[in-house]
């Protein structure tokens, strides 16, 4: 089992930054990927991006591509998410997933999640 702890999320303005980290415990040597999706009032949860376990290989959606940076350290503890030049859009629950696949990011593709951290961005 992996566990997943997201930590981070607040209220921001428009235009503003904030970074969230979601924290690894467990059988972390099983992961292979590493992903953050959202869920926004009233729509369906959705893929932010995704980093090899490795550090490489990221990947992002196109509404956050440019404005937002995943990262791994180095001791595959955590996965944090840099987020700038944030839109009232933006705002949601932000979960952290984990995938023993390599290289996917659907949702069935997470095997492991997190319970979430609310991220409000005000205009």
């Known amino acids: 089992q992996v566990q997943l702890v997201e930590s981070g999320g607040g209220l921001v303005q428009a235009g503003g930054s904030l970074r969230i980290s979601c924290a690894t415990s467990g059988a972390t040597y099983s992961v292979n990927t590493m992903a953050w999706f959202r869920q926004a009032p009233g729509k369906t949860r959705e893929f932010v991006g995704g980093?090899?376990?490795?550090?490489?290989?990221?990947t992002y959606a196109e509404s956050v591509k440019g404005r937002f940076t995943i990262s791994t350290d180095n001791a595959k503890n955590g996965v944090y998410l840099q987020m700038d030049s944030l839109k009232p859009e933006d705002t949601a629950v932000y979960y952290c997933?984990?995938?023993?696949?390599?290289?996917?990011?659907?949702?069935?593709?997470?095997?492991?999640w997190g319970e979430g951290t609310l991220v409000t961005v005000s205009s």
């Open positions: 980093i090899g376990w490795s550090g490489g290989n990221t």
């Open positions: 997933a984990a995938s023993r696949y390599a290289r996917r990011w659907s949702e069935d593709d997470m095997n492991y």
